[in-house]
C-alpha cells in the first residue's frame, strides 16, 4: 500500500493529506489561528481565553517572581529559591534560600562514633566511617575501583577553605595558614609601612595594627570549635560563655 501524501498547511503547522488540502486550508483559516505568544494552533474564538489561562503573568507566592502561569508548576518545582528542601543531616525541611546556612551550622553537630566513642561531626560522619581509629578499613577482596575511591575523597579544611585529598588532612591541619580575605589582604598591602612614605609615623603604625585586629576578629567570629564538656559545636564568639553554663549544669548534675 502507498503511503499517502502530504502536505504543510502553513497556517497551522500542521501536515495534511494532499487529497484533504483543498478542503482544509479554507477551514484552517476560517476557524483556526496561531497564538503569537506559542505557535500553538488555536480556535479562533477561544484565542483570548487561551491567553488568559495559558500566558496571563501571574506571581510566584513563595519569592514574587512574575511568571508565565503556563510555566508556574515548573518554577514551583525546579526554580523557586524559597521551593521546600529537606537537609541531608537532619530531613527537616526548609526554604532552599536558608538552607545552605542551616546545613552547615547543623552538619557541625557532633554525636559520638558507635565503634571508637570519639566526637564526630555529622558532615564528616562517611569520611570517619572509612579512618575510625578503631582499624583501617577492610573489605573483603577488594576492587581496584574500591581503593580508586578511596584515594579520590576530598574533604574541605575549614581553616584556610581548600579542598585537601581526605588521606593528607590531618598532615595539612599542622601547616595550614587560616584563610585571609581579598579585602584584607588588600587592607594590609594599602597600609603597610613599606607602602608609605614616613614608615616610622605612629599614625601609619596605629592604623596598620587596627586593621590586623579587625581582620582576626572578624575571622575569629566565623571560627567554630567544640565545647570540651557537651562537645557541641558552636561559633568562638558564643563557645566561652556556653562552656561556663555547661560546666555549672555538669557541676550540678554530679552533686544530686
Not at 580575605?181 to 592604623?207: G, H, I, Q
Request: hydrophobic share 25%; net charge negative; glycine share 2%.
Amino acid at each position: 500500500m502507498d503511503t499517502e501524501e502530504m502536505v504543510l498547511c502553513t497556517h497551522c503547522n500542521k501536515e495534511v493529506a494532499k487529497a484533504n488540502f483543498d478542503v482544509h486550508e479554507p477551514h484552517c483559516q476560517r476557524f483556526l489561528c496561531l497564538c503569537p505568544d506559542c505557535d500553538e494552533t488555536i480556535p479562533r474564538d477561544q484565542l483570548e481565553d487561551h491567553k488568559a489561562e495559558q500566558h496571563a503573568e501571574v506571581k510566584c507566592q513563595k519569592c514574587n517572581k512574575k511568571t508565565e502561569r503556563r510555566h508556574l508548576l515548573d518554577h514551583k518545582t525546579d526554580e523557586c529559591p524559597e521551593r521546600l528542601q529537606s537537609c541531608e543531616y537532619c530531613e527537616l525541611e526548609l526554604p532552599l534560600s536558608a538552607l545552605l546556612k542551616h546545613s552547615l551550622s547543623c552538619g557541625s553537630r557532633t554525636t559520638p562514633c558507635s565503634d571508637c566513642g570519639r566526637y564526630v561531626q555529622f558532615q564528616h560522619q562517611r569520611l570517619h566511617a572509612l579512618e575510625c581509629s578503631n582499624g583501617p578499613l577492610t573489605v573483603k577482596n577488594p576492587r581496584p575501583e574500591d581503593d580508586e575511591t578511596v584515594e579520590q575523597l576530598i574533604s574541605t579544611c575549614w581553616s584556610c577553605l581548600k579542598s585537601i585529598p581526605s588521606k593528607n588532612l590531618e598532615q595539612h591541619k599542622m601547616y595550614c595558614k587560616p584563610f585571609v580575605r581579598n579585602t584584607d589582604a588588600d587592607l594590609y598591602e594599602d597600609l603597610e609601612p613599606r607602602n608609605m612614605s614616613s614608615p616610622d609615623t605612629p599614625d601609619v603604625s596605629f592604623k596598620f595594627q587596627e586593621a590586623k585586629r579587625f581582620s582576626n576578629m572578624e575571622r575569629d567570629l566565623d571560627e567554630i570549635s567544640t565545647c570540651n564538656f557537651c562537645h557541641l559545636a558552636l561559633p568562638v564568639k558564643t563557645l566561652e560563655w556556653h562552656e561556663k553554663k555547661c560546666e555549672l549544669h555538669k557541676h550540678l548534675s554530679l552533686s544530686q
